[in-house]
């Protein structure tokens, strides 16, 4: 079975609340290897936001997902990758899920994420 999720965000969203609440924001959002990665490129982070939105609706996991247990890393090649921690791992496992592929885009105002999850 496929599960399939997709979101898109402003990327003036992800901007506003670092600038409100700065460190603290992105720190309850992205594990330290996506803030590694990313530096403070906004749309980069922007767009795996929407990863972790697109994620959390393609295993439907709850409302109260942690961000931080939905992880999009790049691999060598430079294709995202998603790794999973937590509750959204063991909803993972549940679902007999094998194979999460991720792909993530961006302009100059928005960011979108596409979620293809595999049993």
Same mark, same amino acid.
């Given at each position: 079975?496929?599960?399939?999720?997709?979101?898109?965000?402003?990327?003036?969203?992800?901007?506003?609340?670092?600038?409100?609440?700065?460190? +603290? #924001?992105?720190?309850?959002?992205?594990?330290?290897?996506? &803030? *590694? $990665?990313? !530096?403070?490129?906004?749309? /980069?982070?922007?767009? +795996? #936001?929407?990863?972790?939105?697109?994620?959390?609706?393609? &295993? *439907? $996991?709850? !409302?109260?997902?942690?961000? /931080?247990?939905?992880?999009?890393?790049?691999?060598?090649?430079?294709?995202?990758?998603?790794?999973?921690?937590?509750?959204?791992?063991?909803?993972?496992?549940?679902?007999?899920?094998?194979?999460?592929?991720?792909?993530?885009?961006?302009?100059?105002?928005?960011?979108?994420?596409?979620?293809?999850?595999?049993?």
């Amino acid at each position: 079975m496929l599960y399939t999720g997709t979101d898109i965000i402003e990327i003036r969203r992800i901007k506003a609340a670092q600038a409100r609440w700065g460190k +603290r #924001f992105l720190n309850r959002i992205f594990t330290p290897a996506e &803030l *590694s $990665l990313c !530096k403070d490129r906004l749309p /980069s982070l922007a767009a +795996r #936001f929407a990863a972790k939105e697109a994620v959390i609706k393609a &295993l *439907s $996991l709850p !409302k109260n997902q942690s961000y /931080s247990e939905i992880e999009t890393l790049n691999l060598p090649d430079g294709q995202p990758s998603v790794n999973l921690y937590g509750q959204a791992l063991a909803k993972a496992i549940t679902l007999g899920i094998k194979q999460i592929s991720v792909s993530l885009s961006h302009c100059r105002e928005y960011a979108i994420a596409m979620v293809v999850a595999q049993d």
